[in-house]
């Protein structure tokens, strides 16, 4: 792929934006699904179910905000976002330590250059990881090693290293014993760990529940060197609101906060209000996965019953699909049947045998592309 250089001589060329490529595919699916109603988007993981009502409502009464808000957040959502990783996680932070995010993908793209992160410098990535990883590494002018294998790190420089758990595109939950012995490594050699648990409240599987990083049996009752990024889009369908979070390490959050101040990196009041009633509230949380546990038995009951193995896929809003063929075969026999697939190489080499299959789709959608799907 071409790429797109940045402006400046010395501006990265990042790749080009994956999900452009699945423009073609996405056509032969609409037109295949015209009979049936058009396609079925299960590509792009996006929301599709309302906004809860409270936290519209708590949108609409800070819409009235002429002035600047605060970088930091308002106390209130600080004390609601402490408060929920309490009783949900099982994780105490501090108020102080917890910053909200214009979403989870801005920090995440940025988050390298925020934290110094810079050439020379190395960033470690799951094998199959969302794509935001490296490009935020590129960013930053650092080189990128995918690798789920502490002992392929090898002597390089690492500076950062990313945890994902669940796993977008996988589903998959990493265990305690994994998180603590990554965090015992990165520790000993001065390495800051991130982990993105954007999916942490999505679990499907009784025996694998995610864990958080800052949890006690990973962290050893120490934040220090970790920090956890949250997002509201999956949980609370906020995508539309870009509301996210990180907390974690209180001078590596204090020192984001510092340059996030000067770069004006704000999430919007009348947002930072939605947040705070949302991260108060746990049962539209509960009604929301409910929603995506029964999407979730209707897809996957299709695709093994199609012949698909489906691989991890215990958590989050995906399912890791394969006919055992090149990944894009596989996207192009879904589309010739009116359903448009995600296929793994946007995740990395490791994923080119695999597709991802989103949730977020309504249920009659859902169910359209389950007797579609059937007769492959």
């Known amino acids: 792929m071409s790429g797109t250089r940045l402006p400046g001589p010395r501006g990265p060329s990042l790749p080009d934006f994956p999900w452009d490529r699945l423009a073609p595919y996405k056509a032969v699916a609409a037109e295949a699904g015209g009979p049936r109603g058009g396609l079925v988007d299960l590509s ?3 929301p599709v179910d309302p906004v809860p009502a409270a936290v519209q409502a708590a949108l609409a009464a800070a819409s009235d905000s002429p002035g600047y808000p605060t970088t930091h957040g308002t106390p209130a959502l600080r004390e609601a976002a402490a408060g929920w990783f309490d009783r949900t996680l099982g994780v105490t932070v501090a108020p102080a330590d917890v910053l909200p995010t214009v979403g989870s993908k801005e920090l995440v793209a940025w988050l390298p250059t925020l934290l110094g992160v810079g050439a020379g410098d190395t960033v470690v990535v799951p094998a199959v990881a969302y794509p935001t990883y490296a490009v935020g590494a590129l960013l930053a002018g650092a080189h990128t090693l995918a690798t789920d294998s502490l002992t392929a790190i090898g002597p390089e420089r690492v500076s950062m290293l990313w945890l994902n758990s669940p796993s977008n595109p996988t589903g998959r939950v990493l265990p305690v014993e994994h998180l603590r012995k ?41 934040h220090e060197g970790l920090l956890a990024v949250h997002s509201l889009s999956k949980r609370s369908n906020l995508a539309g609101y870009r509301a996210g979070l990180v907390t974690g390490d ?13 770069a004006g990196m ?73 359903v448009l697939v995600t296929p793994g190489d946007f995740y ?15 249920d009659a959608d859902v169910a359209r592309a389950a007797a579609a799907l059937a007769g492959l």
């Open 44 to 46: 792009v993981g996006t």
């Open 182 to 222: 990554v965090v015992d490594w990165a520790r000993e050699r001065g390495v800051v760990v991130v982990s993105d648990e954007c999916y942490v409240e999505l679990s499907w599987d009784p025996s694998r529940q995610p864990v958080s990083v800052l949890h006690p049996d990973v962290s050893g009752g120490s």
């Open 250 to 262: 209180p001078a590596l959050v204090a020192g984001l906060l510092e340059v996030r101040k000067h």
């Open 266 to 338: 704000i999430v919007p009041a009348p947002v930072q209000a939605a947040m705070t009633v949302a991260l108060a509230d746990d049962e539209h949380v509960r009604e929301q996965h409910a929603r995506y546990a029964a999407r979730r038995t209707t897809l996957l009951e299709s695709l093994l019953g199609s012949g698909f193995t489906v691989e991890h896929s215990e958590a989050g809003l995906y399912l890791w699909a394969s006919r055992d063929e090149p990944c894009w075969d596989t996207v192009r026999a879904c589309a010739e049947r009116g």
């Open 348 to 362: 990395g080499s490791a994923g080119a045998r695999h597709v991802r299959v989103a949730l977020t789709a309504t």
